[in-house]
């Protein structure tokens, strides 16, 4: 295949994936949001992050077509416009909005810069690689730290109601039935808690523990609520089933920031229609923990607060965090890791260019390497969560492993000689 015809599977690809992501019918939000809102909805800051991030591999292509990076943003400020123009008139669902537009060019715009300059983005002089280094190594600690944040309770001042298996919210109906429903002690009616002020102070000290006694219903296809502590709008604390999981989660920090928050799920506890649960979930000592006991016994599953967990906060789907899960946090922790250790492999050297991996492995990469592994082991004790594990540790060095080796390969794709 020719680049031209690489170019032109890119964009078309790129532009498939902008269509399936923006203009398919939605259900009717439950708010609707104002045109020029800029961070829009209970979940504004997921829409920013994954709104620039749809646009950048299209400014990508545009340029790799032939285009220059001024007029491929105009490109996808086009295209957006457009989109926003026909989800406002045209596209059931859908809100239209000035943020959008802005994220939407902004992201067309950062790909269409990468590539019309990926050879001085991947092959920078050794100084300038250093300074980077700096820069990303206190990028990737300012985000560990900031998930250790975004983790701790954050409960504003409001009535706080409950609902028993409510039926008007965004989530499946749930076809059973709840006998008992206590947050920290405190009776949760179906309608306003008398001791709402009482109960969001005991939340906010850190130790939540809800229970739930109920009859199990028909295992629903997505989310269901079972009891639910908040609001209309405005979660407190969620107990309730996906198939045959219960799922528990509780409003943390980064809901402020218009953020997700993450839960756990204990898989496959949940018995089949009639039968009578006792669940009991919460937070306790930094993490989350859920039990459920039913005719058959009883399941009990604990889940660390970890700052690892900072990819939970902008995926585009409700996510109960799974055993599995490790792996992918190790996987954000290679990912945080990367720029610093490579481009520490690029300013360790007294030359201008790599000539072998080996050469990666300098002073300065592991002094960056080193400061990503003090951040790793003092910021957790800092925020009192539990040490980071062995899969966290082997995701840093995975990714730093690979700064090192891909320095010297990229630097000779970038087009770099060893100067005579």
Known sequence: ??????????????????????????????????????????????????????????????????MTWRRAALVAAALSFGIEAMQYALITGRDASLSDLLT?????????????????????????????????????LGILAATAALLRPAIPPMGIWGQWTPQKLHFEPYSGTVRDFRINGIVVPYGLVPQSGTLRQRLLSGATRAHVEFTA???????????????????????????????????????????????????????????????????????????????????????????????????????????????????WLAVLAFPASYCGARGGTPRPRLRTPRDGFNAWWKAAMLVLALGLFTIPRLAHFSAAGPLEWLGLAVGGIAGALLAAPLDRLAGGKEPP
């Open 104 to 140: 939407n060019t902004t992201g067309g715009t950062l790909g269409a810069l990468f590539a019309a300059h990926w050879r001085r983005v991947i092959a920078p002089a050794p100084r300038i690689a250093r300074a980077v280094s700096l820069v990303a190594a206190a990028v990737t």
């Open 217 to 331: 219903g028909r295992p629903p296809s997505r989310l269901s609520a079972i009891a639910r502590a908040g609001s209309r709008f405005q979660e407190v604390i969620l107990v309730g089933a996906d198939g045959r999981d219960l799922v528990f989660r509780t409003r943390l920090a980064a809901r402020d920031w218009r953020l997700r928050a993450p839960g756990i799920a204990l898989p496959n506890v949940l018995p089949r229609e009639g039968e009578p649960v006792v669940a009991e979930a919460g937070l306790r000592d930094r993490r989350w923990y859920a039990t459920v006991i039913t005719a058959k016994g009883g399941v009990y599953r604990s889940v660390p607060f970890a700052v690892s967990l900072g990819w939970t906060f902008i995926l585009p789907f409700d996510h109960a965090l799974a055993p599995r899960d490790a792996w992918i946090s190790a996987l």
């Open 1 to 66: 295949m020719t680049r031209r015809t690489i170019a032109a599977v890119a964009l078309s690809m790129a532009v498939a994936a902008i269509a399936v992501a923006t203009l398919r019918p939605a259900p009717p939000p439950t708010i609707p949001l104002p045109v020029l809102c800029l961070v829009c909805g209970e979940l504004g800051g997921v829409d920013v992050v994954l709104n620039v991030a749809l646009f950048v591999p299209l400014g990508i292509a545009l340029v790799a077509a032939g």
